[in-house]
């Protein structure tokens, strides 16, 4: 068997979403909101950039 | 009437073209030179390399635009700056070749007031052997070559459902690569394109980086404040490998592609093969090969350009370690050093040093990410230094130069995990300075409420807006100066 590299365990130990974490990541009215919190903080950040 | 000769028309020029004419209208004269008639959306080429969208979708053609804004446009390639002019006339031209069909190879010497390089990378395919799509990997920065990686893409998927199986390698083609966001991206697209096409399990996905870390993209990676923690960006990267299946080879150095093999250095200084069966790797990439010279004749390429090709502007030069770089170091008005009235925009200004730590190998291989210069950030100096030049025009030479320091700037980045408007997948990130401040930021030189990092389907909605809005916007619609960089 090919041995693990570094890389490839810390690849390996790394936390996995739980079950409700991806099923919120699928979920149209939650992400609804997470659509409108994402483009208003990336407004933000865009018009500060414009100053 | 004063003119602006801009040359280059990607996100960083045709911003600072449609700011100008804005600006200034009958006021002055606004020149654009390019080689391509095309304008492109860059971020969407992944999906055309996933055969999700068509080359025509991701494109379209810049002189009906330009007629209407009343723009000159040369389709051709800059190839010389004379900044000081000739010994008869101090005026600075430009020397260009067409590349319009009609005109192919003519030559002509334009002059300028103003001039603004925005020129974007060279695509540096030689610095690697057999690297790139007339050798033996292919490439997503052009739409051009996205169209061909899907089409690659599609010839392994066959296969796969023929029950082969096939190793698939994805990331950037040498130690000195920028832009690992997009081979990530490319990634997760061709993983979730597997996976919808039921052949996933036969496929093994590599990702082969110049990272010293999952979650690096050439920004030293960031910290995330997350569900009371401080998370980093690199565990948040491993998380998603982990949960897609995706190995990661990293802190490597691509010295040759051979057909099917992979030959690469690693930073501990031993080499390595990988064998695929399909590899898109990213170039890296340098300033486009413009010289420079002064009214004698003499040449001063190596005044204006670093030796990486890129235009120097007003950034500290100065060789430092990494523990001195300071976010000062970066340029704020873009202003050429020696010839005041030429700027240097987008990923074709000099940065004056990684963001990343620079890394060698004991061979002496740097292994370290080149800074990203991406849309947003390319965008706004665009628009900045094409402000400057109209508050010039307007009012003289005096008028104070406007500042757009990446140091001072945030970016936002999204990157595609896979498409389809209730399937698709993106890992949405903000980060607040795009240059680390330790200072003004102790620990990871970033603002906490600033940076940010989040996975799901809104991503991708974000994402398939902005490919609409900014298309508009480049388009020159109805009030594309509201959309803002
Ligand atoms: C595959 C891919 C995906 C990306 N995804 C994202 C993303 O999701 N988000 C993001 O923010 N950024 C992304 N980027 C980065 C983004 O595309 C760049 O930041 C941006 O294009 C830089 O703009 P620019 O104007 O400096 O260069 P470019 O957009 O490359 O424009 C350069 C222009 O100069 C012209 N030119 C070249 N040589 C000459 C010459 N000799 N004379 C005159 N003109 C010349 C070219 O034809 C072109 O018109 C991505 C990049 C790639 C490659």
Wanted: glycine letters at 8%.
């Amino acid at each position: 068997m090919e041995q693990m590299s570094d890389v490839d365990r810390s690849i390996a130990e790394a936390p996995l979403p739980t079950v409700k974490t991806l099923r919120r990541r699928k979920s149209l009215g939650y992400q609804a909101t997470r659509f409108i919190a994402f483009n208003f903080r990336m407004m933000k950040m865009v018009t500060r950039a414009h100053h | 009437m004063a003119r602006v000769v801009i040359l280059g028309a990607g996100i960083s020029g045709h911003t600072a073209a449609l700011h100008l004419q804005r600006q200034l209208k009958s006021k002055a004269e606004i020149i654009v030179v390019s080689p391509n008639s095309n304008w492109n959306w860059i971020p969407s080429n992944i999906w055309v390399g996933v055969g999700k969208m068509t080359k025509d979708q991701v494109t379209f053609p810049l002189a009906p635009i330009y007629k209407r804004k009343h723009i000159g446009f040369r389709q051709a390639k800059a190839v010389a700056i004379h900044p000081e002019g000739s010994p008869d006339n101090p005026q600075g031209f430009v020397d260009i070749v067409y590349t319009d069909p009609t005109r192919v190879g003519e030559e002509e010497q334009l002059t300028y007031d103003y001039l603004i390089v925005a020129t974007g990378p060279k695509l540096n395919f030689a610095a690697t052997p057999g690297l790139g799509p007339d050798a033996n990997s292919w490439s997503v920065c052009t739409a051009g070559h996205a169209e061909q990686s899907a089409a690659a893409l599609e010839t392994i998927i066959e296969a796969l459902k023929a029950g082969e199986r096939k190793t698939l390698v994805i990331g950037v083609g040498h130690g000195t690569c920028t832009c690992e966001g997009a081979a990530f991206e490319y990634t997760f697209n061709v993983e979730h394109e597997l996976r919808e096409r039921g052949v996933r399990e036969r496929a093994d996905v590599v990702y082969l980086s110049n990272e010293y870390d999952l979650g690096d993209l050439g920004v030293g990676g960031m910290i995330f404040a997350q569900n009371g923690f401080e998370t980093s960006s690199k565990l948040w990267t491993e998380s998603l490998f982990r949960e897609r299946g995706v190995r990661a080879i990293l802190r490597a150095h691509v010295e040759k592609v051979d057909p099917g093999v992979i030959h690469y250095e690693e930073l501990d200084g031993s080499r390595h093969t990988l064998d695929f069966d399909f590899a898109m790797l990213l170039p890296p990439f340098r300033g486009v090969d413009m010289k420079a010279y002064a009214s004698n004749g003499e040449d001063i390429t190596e005044d204006l350009f670093a030796p990486n090709g890129f235009l120097r502007v007003d950034a500290d030069y100065e060789t430092k370690p990494f523990e001195q770089w300071a976010p000062e170091d970066w340029p704020k008005t873009y202003q050429c050093p020696r010839y005041a009235n030429i700027f240097g925009v987008g990923i074709a200004f000099a940065p004056p040093h990684a963001i990343s730590e620079p890394r060698k190998s004991p061979n002496g291989t740097v292994i370290s990410p080149a800074p990203p210069r991406t849309g947003m950030p390319s965008g706004v100096i665009g628009r900045t230094v094409a402000l400057s030049i109209a508050d010039r025009i307007r009012r003289g030479d005096q008028a104070t130069l406007r500042t757009a320091s990446m140091a001072a700037m945030g970016a936002a980045c999204i990157a595609s995990a896979g498409t389809g408007l209730r399937k698709g997948s993106a890992a949405a990130i903000t980060m607040y300075p795009i240059i680390p401040d330790r200072r003004r930021f102790p620990g990871s030189g970033r603002d906490l409420t600033q940076t940010s990092g989040e996975i799901g389907l809104s991503g991708h909605w974000t994402k398939l807006l902005l490919h609409y809005l900014f298309i508009y916007k480049a388009k020159a619609r109805f009030g594309w100066f509201v959309i803002p960089e």
